[in-house]
Every structure is written in structure tokens, then in C-alpha cells.
């Protein structure tokens, strides 16, 4: 993809490097529910995003916050269904949660929540987070960007409706982001999107995504794309990653951008214990190691920084 790579300094006030964290997958859904998904507050992962959080002041959580989340399972349960061509596209082939259960504007104590708790920025992720067809969970595929706008529109509606604050920036549930849901994104005073994850292709000044999400793209940068609209941030560290990678990115001046999920089924970055201790000894070796060296920030702060400097 075309794009114009953004140098660390350009946005981090000349430090060396920068470091910022996003979580997927946030929304009102309890543990009495399929899963839980913040909505337990302190009692669920949110609480266990705070304690490491408050460990690491300089840090902030950027939570991608699914508007009216649906989605139960993530792979078909209508396996008939699921057999047979061109029908199966056209189906939800797993059951989903009733009708705005799950809209943020019902779930006023949520919202106040993540206003008030300073150390979250919230970001967009997605209207239902959920797709018929085979691949539930990638909510944006192959439709046109009338289809996005009004996906997009409806989202950003109840945003505004519920009263959470949010900044300008979406990152597309299972990392599809089509062209067409990049111009509609733009359509709709969305200034960011963070679509790529590769957690795998070595570290340099020069690599590119390669993995889920939009291919070639900056690796350890964020970049311009879709005629500098937009600003793309990548992911480039998960619980699977050893912590020489973060060191790596940080030694060539790059932004280290860490995800996890804070749905606890079965993935293998969740906001569990494991990883949170993992993260709070690499963000402790991080600060022995660098001082006031690091530029420890958010992708809305970024955002705003690289803007605010055109
Ligand atoms: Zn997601």
C-alpha cells in the first residue's frame, strides 16, 4: 500500500523511542454473560488492566470499544449451514446476542467507567463486531463503502448517544480494512486506524506488516496512507513476543505497539495475569534501561502530535 513512513521524533518530542498499548475487544459484556468484556469493571479484565496501569503511570490503555457488540462464538455453530455455497454467505451461522444488549448507551455505569478511570483512551472497534458468512468476527469484508458509511455512521451515533469520550480512530474487528472502509472511514472525520498485526517478520528500520490486517505498511512506524487522510498505526508486540523484540524496535528509534484482548477465550494475548506480569517486568526493564529516553504515549496522542506538526 502507498504510504509515507512517520519518524519517532516527528511525534514523540525528540525521545529516542515511543511506546503505546491497545486492547481489543471492549465492551459491557459480564462474566454472567458468554464472556466477559469489561463490564465487570474492577471485578474483570478492566481491573486487571488498572493494577498494571497504576504500576506504570506514564502508560495509558487505548481500549477498542465495540458500540453494540453481538457476537458470541467466533467460528460457526451452523455447521449444515456452514456447508452449503452461497447460502452459507448470506446466513449468521453461529447465534448472536440479542438485539442492543449490548449498546453502550444502556449501559450507562460502563460509560462513566471508562470516562472516568484516567488511565483509558478509547477508540472505535467496530458496530457489531460480528459477520454473516464463515468468517464471524472480520465485520468488515467485501461490501461498498455506502455500506461502511452507514456501518460507520450508526457506530459513531451511538458513541455520541452513550457520552463516551473517544478519540478519532478505528481499529477494524479481525484487521480487515478494505479500501472502501478506508475512504468511509475518512468520509466520517476518522483520522487513524490501527489494521495491522505482525508479530513475526524481524525487526529493522525498513520492515513491513506482513501478517493479519493491510500489508506493507511501516512495521516499527506509523505512516500516511489513502492520500495522507489517514495515519496508520501498526502492531508489532503480543504476549507471544519475546522481549527482545520490544528491545529491537526501541533500539532503532521505532514505536513499540503492544496489543491484548481483554476477552479471556482461548486467545493467547487475553488480559490475564500471565501476560499483565509480563508486561509490567518489560515495562520495568524498559524504564531501567532507557530513563526519560522513551516517549510513553497513546495512538490518539500520536495522532494529534503528527497533525498538530503538518
Ligand atoms: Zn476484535
Redesign the pocket.
Known amino acids: 500500500m502507498n504510504h509515507t513512513p512517520v519518524q519517532t521524533a516527528v511525534f514523540a518530542d525528540g525521545k529516542k523511542a515511543a511506546v503505546c498499548f491497545t486492547v ?2 471492549v465492551s459491557p459484556l459480564k462474566k454472567t454473560d458468554p464472556y466477559e468484556g469489561g463490564g465487570d469493571l474492577l471485578e474483570g479484565g478492566l481491573g486487571k488492566l488498572k493494577w498494571l496501569l497504576d504500576r506504570h503511570p506514564q502508560l495509558k490503555a487505548t481500549l477498542f470499544t465495540t458500540a453494540n457488540w453481538r457476537e458470541i462464538e467466533a467460528r460457526p455453530t451452523r455447521k449444515l449451514l456452514a456447508k452449503i455455497p452461497w447460502l452459507r454467505d448470506r446466513m449468521y451461522l453461529a447465534k448472536r446476542l440479542k438485539r442492543d444488549s449490548m449498546r453502550l448507551d444502556k449501559h450507562p455505569e460502563f460509560v462513566q467507567f471508562l470516562n472516568e478511570t484516567g488511565c483509558f483512551e478509547i477508540g472505535l ?1 467496530g458496530l457489531h ?1 460480528c459477520h454473516k458468512g464463515p468468517v464471524i ?1 472480520v465485520e468488515f469484508q467485501n461490501e461498498t463503502r455506502a455500506h461502511f458509511d452507514a456501518v460507520l455512521r450508526e457506530m459513531l451515533a451511538i458513541f455520541k448517544e452513550a457520552g463516551l469520550r473517544h478519540v478519532p480512530g478505528l481499529c477494524p ?2 484487521w480487515n480494512a478494505p479500501e472502501p472502509l478506508l475512504e468511509a472511514a475518512i468520509d466520517n472525520n476518522i483520522e487513524f486506524v490501527a489494521s495491522a498485526r505482525d508479530v513475526l517478520t524481524p525487526i529493522s528500520p525498513e520492515a513491513q506488516t506482513n501478517m493479519s490486517g493491510i500489508k506493507g505498511l511501516p512495521l516499527i512506524y506509523p505512516a500516511f496512507i489513502s492520500d495522507k487522510k489517514l495515519i496508520h498505526f501498526p502492531t508489532n508486540f503480543q504476549a507471544t513476543s519475546r522481549a527482545e523484540r520490544a528491545f529491537e524496535i526501541i533500539k532503532h528509534g521505532g514505536l513499540l505497539c503492544i496489543k491484548a484482548h481483554i476477552v479471556d477465550c482461548g486467545m493467547f494475548d487475553s488480559v490475564k495475569d500471565v501476560y499483565m506480569n509480563y508486561l509490567d517486568l518489560l515495562f520495568s526493564q524498559i524504564e531501567k534501561t532507557y530513563g526519560d529516553q522513551i516517549c510513553w504515549t497513546t495512538v490518539g496522542q500520536m495522532n494529534a502530535r503528527i497533525r498538530a506538526q503538518l
Open positions: 481489543d475487544d472497534h463486531h468476527p474487528p479481525g
